[in-house]
């Protein structure tokens, strides 16, 4: 069954819906059955990359808010954050538009590697402080989880994947997607937000057991012993 997650580099709310949504996936007995798809988003698409400005002013000039109300908000996410074992590191967030970040995710997805590809820009951000927008930084990432630097370097120099993000984003809002994370379980049922684990659990249960009904019956490896068959015969 396959999962298809929404989410923007950015979004502190989807590194720790990550988190909890990989919490419910870890215990869940069928988890060998479950696909998962990372999917683009952008949350400012408009956004300019500006190294130097402090997240804290952004966010209180962006909302119009105070630099005190800013920093509380910030605090409490931070606080979200450590609570499921992440480290949120605002003080050298750099803000960038994450657009070549999602390029490099489409990337790495056609080599299977979209969640190593989602997790390490997520650490990049809000960890390291990390320019996502930068070429360098990107190629060295696409490194880091196996992607050869030059192919990463190509892809960038060009428009390679643009077109797959701008899908993305289109398709989630055709889905109904008001923000991210936002998590689509077998094109059924959507999860908006970084829900509690047990939400996940739920969600994943009733998901799986409809997606396995279903499913059509297949042959079965059979131990062969005495039987009687359709023509009446007994061996």
């Not at 949504?21 to 215990?27: G, M, P, R, T, W």
């Amino acid at each position: 069954m396959k999962v298809e997650i929404w989410s923007d580099i950015m979004c502190p709310f989807c590194y720790i819906g990550k988190r909890k949504f990989e919490a419910a996936l870890d215990k869940f007995p069928e988890k060998d059955k479950i696909q998962v798809e990372w999917k683009s988003f952008q949350l400012n698409p408009d956004l300019k990359s500006m190294p130097g400005t402090s997240v804290y002013d952004h966010l209180a000039e962006a909302k119009g808010m105070s630099i005190e109300r800013s920093l509380q908000l910030h605090e409490q996410v931070t606080a979200s954050a450590k609570e499921v074992g992440l480290t949120y590191n605002f003080d050298k967030a750099v803000i960038a538009n994450s657009f070549d970040a999602h390029r490099l995710i489409q990337l790495a997805k056609i080599q299977q590697l979209g969640d190593a590809a989602e997790e390490r820009l997520f650490i990049a951000y809000f960890t390291e402080g990390k320019d996502i927008s930068n070429h360098e930084t990107l190629i060295a990432i696409g490194q880091e989880i196996g992607i050869n630097p030059k192919v990463v370097a190509d892809m960038l120099a060009s428009n390679d994947f643009a077109g797959e993000v701008n899908l993305d984003v289109r398709e989630a809002q055709q889905l109904g997607a008001r923000g991210v994370p936002f998590f689509v379980l077998d094109r059924k049922y959507g999860v908006a937000g970084a829900q509690p684990v047990e939400a996940f659990t739920q969600a994943l249960t009733q998901a799986f057991d409809e997606w396995r009904k279903a499913q059509p019956l297949t042959a079965l490896e059979t131990i062969e012993g005495p039987v009687c068959s359709t023509d009446g015969s007994c061996n």
